[in-house]
């Protein structure tokens, strides 16, 4: 054909196959944000993938540097949106732990309400974008409809519907009231059959199960060997959750399962992300039914120096293991803040991962991933 | 690692998937044939179609369900009693003038130097009150540490979000200007 | 009064040409709004009342759009193929009954010609994709031929499984042995071919495929790169394909209502045949919207699978089976 080499550009020699390189973004039509893919093709099949990220570099871990601990607390939220209490919780923890702050029960509960609260929009908001890339336009719709209850929860107690700034250093900023707790019950209700209506029209459904199963294969060598966490880890067969291994907060009084699902094809990390939802129901429930009374803030000062040293604290956020390390070297302001976000991780092993799929297998591969390209940057 | 008993093993597949890791195409379905038998492949392409109908059928009963959109700008929502829009000064109830005494702790908490506060003493009074505060909303982040360091509560919260504007100058709130414009 | 014919014939087309252009027009209003109904959220609702004028400001703007014609192209192709698109499906309108008296032009050999008429659309398809000398456009149109090629086959065994039944290629007759009562249409003939609720389905969704609606859209919902076949068609010519897309579906749901749902009989004798023709043909066409804002787009290998290795040996069985019962009773 006349007109590939020259508007591509590619040298056609006497290699048995021609390849040629597309961009995948940094403009997507799908909803995963500015990552640039470079895709070596061979016709359908994908030879070699090739991320570019860093075109949403903030800098936040250098903003860190030059701010003291309180002023950093806006930043935590940006960094995964979509799950920013995890990641604000994260922080506020290292620096708890630093601090040896503890805060009281009830600010320990509502964190971790709140926080559930959080996974599930986050999981509802892949679920949409994932089955709009995969071409169903419905199930996005309804994701959103059940969102904007969490938010408007949310909402009623922060103030905030997506960047929350809440948590504060030895506790809340403000209390729940009797509103939210009879909102988050009824959410609870009504969230259990939406997420069989999402079973009977999404996971069972016949088309979805042959786009999903048996694709995107990772096994669990590829997953220990680029550090992937999270979702992406439970669904190739590793039983790692860090509420269970390293337990924070109030996680070791409440009860519930972390689904692990062995095949490590996207249908498993979509199970488990599904079934995630469910067990954060659980752990609402819970939570709400033993909500202690008493403060939400344990007295903190107004300035804080942490005592100079390595501090650490991780999470399990909505993508897979979130940890920040503070260095301190006695000051107002750290000398380093480092954050291990868990979306670079778990895009690391999409280039081993992809060879050899087609391009909509790769791209069903990377929507399973549910990566957050602002967590990949920073 | 973590202990048996918190996991959900994958007993349950979803029916009928039963493809090979990786695998492409239709290599399945000749498989099955050879193996499964031919009651096995046709109760397999039952079910699937099953699943389609069950899925038609979630869609047509969110068909006759009512919107859930809110009409903007024909209808419009209230906001929470928390809701956060941008900062602006509180008045006293007694005398209407603001709470601020102008000691510059929102100017200093905030982490993207949104705040410029100026105050002096006014005669006959004790405290300093505000004579210029200007908040940059182009740079504000919403977290909400001016509004709770201020000694006075001087500052909350408005309920402003339709802030749509064509020029950058427009986001930059004089607070006396609107506190004395009497704007809730 | 009868007039000359000619002239009926030359009203008839432009009512035809009309009833394309409308339906193109009104049907995309139908589908935004049944998107947003299935959705939960109202659609389109400012352009007029609810909408109803939505289509005329989207026609206002394509039209003024820029028909720009990329210069590497093969500009003869590129200009024709929408038109290659558009004409075999108004074609095959002409032979459709609409009613007892609404019939453009009666031809006894009407089932093959609407058939006959439909593959070249396949074949206009290809030329776009290949005057558009893009290569991602080439690559969407070789897979649009290969889905349609495939599914073909089974409509076509379905086709001639009906033929079997009703005797007769002319549409005129073949609504008219299904006349006077519902249980008379072919849908419910299950003496005749048990499977027949099965024939249905598998023409739905060879028709589905032939025009390529999701969830079998997987050529020019490529979006996930580029636009397909289309990637370099502006404007008016896009707008061509589109009202294409429409009057296929309308002539394959025209074709299903008269082959199996009894075309302008009645049911309940009271309101006039071109009433309910219309009924059934867009409740047909409400079926084909729900469906595609149900499912998500099928993979293409598991497309052509489903054609070669399930459909086909479905039409086959319901064709041996028709025959033999045809046979015995």
Redesign the interface.
Known sequence: MEGSASTLGVAVGAEPRETFVINVGPQHPATHGVLRLKLTMDGEYVTRAEPVPGYIHRMHEKMGEN?PY??????TS?IDYLSAMHYTHAFVGAVERAARLAPPPRAEYIRVITSELNRIASHLVWFGAYLLDLGGF?PLL?AW?DR?RIL?LL??????RL?Y?YYRFGGL??DVDNEFIKGAKDFVIHMRPRLD?YR????????L?KRL?????ISQETCRKYGATGPVLRGSGV???VR??EPYSVYPELD??????????C??RY?VRM?EMRQSLRIIEQALDKLPGGPVQAKAPRVLKLPAGDFCCAVEAARGRFAVRLVSDGGEIPYRVKLRTPSFSNLSLFEEASAGL?LP?ALALLGSLDLVIPDIDR | ??DAS?????QR?????R????????AG?AQQLGGGGLAAHVGE?G???W??V???G???G??F?????V?YPHESLKM?????GHVELAPDPATGRPLCVACGSCQR????SCIVVEGSKREGERRKSPTVFRLDFTRC?????CV?VCPTRGLR?SKEYNLAGTDKGAYVFDLLKRLQAGKK | MSLAEPIRLLLFLAGLLAFVGLNAAWLVWVERK?A???????GP?EVGYEGLLQPVADGLKIISKQLNVPPNSDALLLRLAPTMVLAPAMMCLATIPFSETLAARNINVGLVMVFAFGSINVLALMLAGWASRNKYAIISAARVVSQDVAYEVPMFLVVITMLMITGTMDLRQIVEQQAGGFWRWNLFKVWLNPLMPVTF?VYFTCMLAETNRAPFDMAEAESELVAGAFTEYASFSWGLFFMAEYANLVVGCAVGTILFLGGWDSPLGVLPGLFWFGLKLYLLMFAVM??R???PRTQF??LL?LSW??LIPISLIILVITSVMMKLF
């Not at chain 1, 309180?70 to 930043?75: I, V, Y």
């Not at chain 1, 909402?155 to 905030?160: A, F, M, R, V």
């Not at chain 3, 947003?36 to 109202?42: A, E, I, L």
């Open positions: 701010r309180a002023k950093f607390l806006p930043n940006r419905t309804y409809a904007e408007d909402e009623g107690i922060t103030g905030s960047t700034c900023c403000n209506m009977r029209l999404v996971t069972d459904n016949i088309i199960r199963e048996g694709i995107g294969h039983p790692y959750d269970k291994i519930f399962a972390v689904p692990v699902f062995p095949q490590g094809d249908m498993a199970l079934e087609m297998d | 690692m973590a918190c996991q959900i093993a994958a597949l979803p029916a009928g998937g493809r090979a890791p990786g695998g492409q195409g239709g379905v392409i079910r699937g179609f699943s389609l069950i899925g038609l979630v869609t047509l969110e068909f369900r009512p919107t859930i959109t009409r929470t009693a928390r809701f956060r908490a905030c982490p993207s982040s919403l977290c909400g540490a709770e919260y | 049944s947003g109904r299935f959705q939960r959220r109202p609702t389905v729900w469906v804002w149900t499912f290998y598991n699978n290795k399930i």
